[in-house]
């Protein structure tokens, strides 16, 4: 499918938007917020875009929970379609799969309760448990279920085994696992996944290609996580939903629908409206609904975002690998900073220094210290295969090529083996061998595409593998002591502690 680009309109020295734009742009570049990418619309012209390398726009990355709206959309148009309604009884379409008897709040509950997180649930029944040969061993519930693990509990009717004690509709409770019924519910309606349901609908009319999604066991998609989206299709889906689900001068879905999904549906308690929700005001369907300026938007874990500007008639997207306070401080910086300036109300003197962000080429954080070429013991650690101990993260075999011009690392996984390049001071672009649709971004320790970067600090080798349509940056810390290495492993942003690990290998025998 030829995608098609949004209109550029460029950087404008004395335009308060362009200035805001690279202040906000300069702050988030020194405070290393773990930002990847930043887009600014207004009147449907591109203002501004922004990769921090090698995060790039021709790469999708993984939206976590904003892939909640889009499976939202995915029941609009199935409600468009005639194949849903709103109040409709969930167990209605899940005979097949309900216990002997289910409590009479699970009874009651309707389409309209899932959409809103108003299903009645005490806390989120997230039981999503696929161990897959990408999964690091956790005491998560996304691995185990009740601390075992097993591959036969089917989610949907894992769901409907939970018990609903309270009035569905009546409190918000955020429930990944409603999202997830969703999807399943656009699938059993209409015959398609949501995913291939939007393609048709939303992604081919907005000009939106290279999009995937991963899949259940049951072979639905998650719903809510596991969408892989490009920084502008999601500023697209942002500029649908502001123009009321139209695009192009054409009604894709019905206004008083998109209307209702971008207005509070159901009020926030008190204990929901702390830290980065603070001023979200309630909750749409699969959509926050901020008490400021008329704002809604999508977000998800690890600072994925698209932000909706009603007043402002512009749209906000960014990708990032941020831990809460990250998220919440890249929020704050703009609406401090950036949108006044989209209302006009910041005066438009001429910034020298952020006029020099405009060309600036923006980078990742790289690995501190000396490259191969200038180290004294590099060479003499150079093509050495080491072996690991048994450990959490499937790591079995190191070798680190310590070159002229780049390193090349060779690491081996689960009785498989891959080798990529190593940027000296630069990330150097390699494929993993593990295929993106054989990983969960919940729970993966490796991911296809990754690009890498290294460098020596005395006699320790700092690794710094950026997973780049992900947010997950690994940092292997690499202390070799000639018949032996340890291997210091951490991650930028998890769901899972032991992420964060030390393995030890061993000096692999050669033999004839």
Known sequence: MRTQPLPRRGFCKTDAASQAIMRLVRSLDESNLGIHALMVVQGGEVLSEHYWAPYASHKPHTLFSVSKTLTALAVGFAIQDGCLGMDDCVVSYFRDLLPAKTCEN?????????????????????DFNWPRDTDVLATGPHCYYNGIETHTI???????????????????????????????????????????????????????????????????????????????????????????????????????????????????GEHHRQDSNINFLGYGYQLWVDSRAGAFSARGAFGQGCLVLRQQDAVITWFSGADARQSTKISELMWE??????????????DG??????????????PEGLPSPKSGVALNFSGKRYLFAPNSLGFTSITL????????????????????????????????????????????????????????????????MCFDETSYISTLEITYDNEAVVVKHHRNCSFMACTDTYMVGILAVETS
């Open 154 to 268: 089917d989610w949907a009717k894992n769901f409907f085994n939970h018990y609903v004690p309270f009035e569905p509709g009546k409190r918000f409770m955020y429930c990944t696992h409603a999202s997830y019924m969703l999807a399943v519910l656009v699938q059993r309606a209409t015959g398609q996944t949501a995913h291939d349901y939007l393609k048709d609908r939303l992604f081919e009319p907005l000009g939106i290609a290279g999009t995937s999604w991963e899949k259940c066991p049951q072979g639905y998609n998650v719903g809510g996580w596991g969408l892989m989206m490009k920084l502008e299709d999601l500023a697209k889906i942002g500029l649908f939903l502001l123009h009321s689900g139209q695009w192009q001068g054409k009604q894709l879905l019905d206004a008083q629908w998109v209307y209702e999904a971008t207005t509070p549906q159901v009020l926030l």
């Open 337 to 350: 900073m950036l949108i006044p300036a989209l209302s006009g109300q910041v005066g438009t003197s001429v």
């Open 106 to 126: 699970m009874e009651k509950t309707t389409i309209r309760h899932l959409m809103t997180m108003s299903t009645g649930f005490a806390a989120d029944p997230h």
């Open 401 to 464: 090529a310590f070159g002229e011009k780049q390193d090349s690392l060779m690491l081996g996984w689960k009785n498989k083996e891959f080798s990529v390049p190593v940027g000296h001071s630069c990330w150097a672009q390699g494929k993993t061998c593990v295929p993106t649709d054989q990983t969960d971004t919940d729970v993966s320790i490796l991911f296809e595409s990754v690009s890498c970067a290294g460098a020596w600090q005395g006699d320790r080798y700092l690794l710094d």
């Open 353 to 366: 220094d952020v006029e020099s962000y405009v060309e600036k080429p923006l980078c990742m954080p790289l």
